[in-house]
């Protein structure tokens, strides 16, 4: 986990490539650890969720993980969905980095230093200003908010899990 704050700190507006590639690869195996390390006490729409086999399955207090919510883009839409989009846009692209192309079934389109605006759901819901902006199934999202939506989330659900195994271990 502290490797994923200290490359998550040195994300900016317009990081260094360096830092961005540090950053969405620890993101991606973090998600992995917690998968393996985690496993007998995830449910498995947990697992399935974290795994990005679905859309929901996250603890319903995932929700209140993300005290500031300004980094969503949508913020009608709920932090779940956005967690989970932030988690697939780490390890679509850290895929991406190994293979040198995006698969389909990441969901990542393109990362570029401009958004298309092209319909009012990304007029209404793309941040503006300088930035580095993921196509995620047709949204957009800056570096800097997937890195905002995780930086919240990751604390608290390794928190929430803790407890889980907690009281796993002391079942009778």
Known sequence: MDKFLQDASKISKLPDKYDLFNFVVTAAVLSE?????????????????????????????????????????????????????????????ANASKHYYWQKSSGVQSIGAEPEINDFYSYFNTAVGAGIFINYNGEYYTVEQVKEILVQFYPSFIEYLEALQEGHENAP
């Open 33 to 93: 650890w917690i998968c393996k390390f985690y496993k007998k006490v995830m449910p498995e729409d947990l697992l399935r969720a974290m795994n990005g086999e679905s859309e929901t399955g996250l603890p319903i207090d995932a929700e209140d993980w993300i005290d500031d919510k300004s980094c969503l883009p949508n913020p009608a839409q709920g932090a779940c969905r956005h967690i989970c989009n932030a988690m697939r846009i780490c390890w679509g692209t």
